[in-house]
């Protein structure tokens, strides 16, 4: 008999959709009700080492303006994004000695995890530089995921979390076809699952005078808003690790969840959900 088993997210979903912006600035206000309007859910990785003062007004014109602590705080105290490291000081991390990389990311994670008092274990490399020996810092700081600036342009589920590819960034030539093939490459999720990870900065949009590129962008993918999951960085690597933690019987027929969560599965054409401790005979569902 053929055996066909498949991740499903949440709610069964083959596809989600997550987004992630860099620097901690002004426009991320603007950026965040976009996101709101429909219910997305990004991940912002700010330098707590750069916010602006409170009550700083920067001078006109200037395109890049860091938000202030206080700012920041407002815009992600509901939790609904996530909030990640970005370094202290946004440096080249693999131009410093490990020990001025580990204080860099280390110290951003303690500043952050102090202000929201919630875990922060997601990171996007500052200008998307890094070696193995930054890697090495990375996880050695409790770092689960590390964004990099290499777009890969496709869907595929990463692997390896601390060398984390976008599928692009918001300004890629072909961000439209980017995101019309990943609707309708298998629309009705029978296939393995997917994903769709969108990297940027808000300021772009006020430089390039494109808010609309990303109200495009959103508007689109909110038409298929049933098929797909919106989470931050963080739920999706915690829930792909989560499902890769999956215990079966070497014929495949028992499914024992050994995580907090309920996994989904697409076990021969049917999804089913295996609740947290739960050994499921899939078998039973034929
Ligand atoms: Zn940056």
Known sequence: MKRKMLMRFPGGLAKALTFSYDDGVEQDERLVSILNKYGMKGTFNLNSGCYAEPGRVWEPGRIHRPLSGDRVYALFRDGVHEVAVHSLTHPYLDELPAAVAAHEVLTDRVNLERQFGRLVRGMAYPIGTYSDETVEVVKSCGIAYARTTKETQDFKIPTDWLRLHPTCRHSHPQLMELAEKFVT????????????????????FE????????????????????????????????????????????????????????????????????APGETKNAEEFF
């Open 185 to 204: 490459t298998d629309p009705e999720g029978r296939k393995q699952a997917k994903l769709f990870f969108l990297w940027g900065h808000s300021y772009e």
């Open 207 to 274: 430089r390039d005078d494109n808010w609309q590129l990303i109200e495009d962008f959103t508007a689109y993918m909110a038409q298929y808003a049933d098929k797909l999951w919106y989470a931050t960085n963080i739920e999706i690597r915690d829930y792909v690790e989560d499902y890769r933690r999956m215990i079966a019987s070497a014929d495949g027929h028992l499914l024992h969840n050994p995580t907090a969560r309920t996994l989904w599965v697409e076990y021969n054409g049917r999804v089913i959900t295996i």
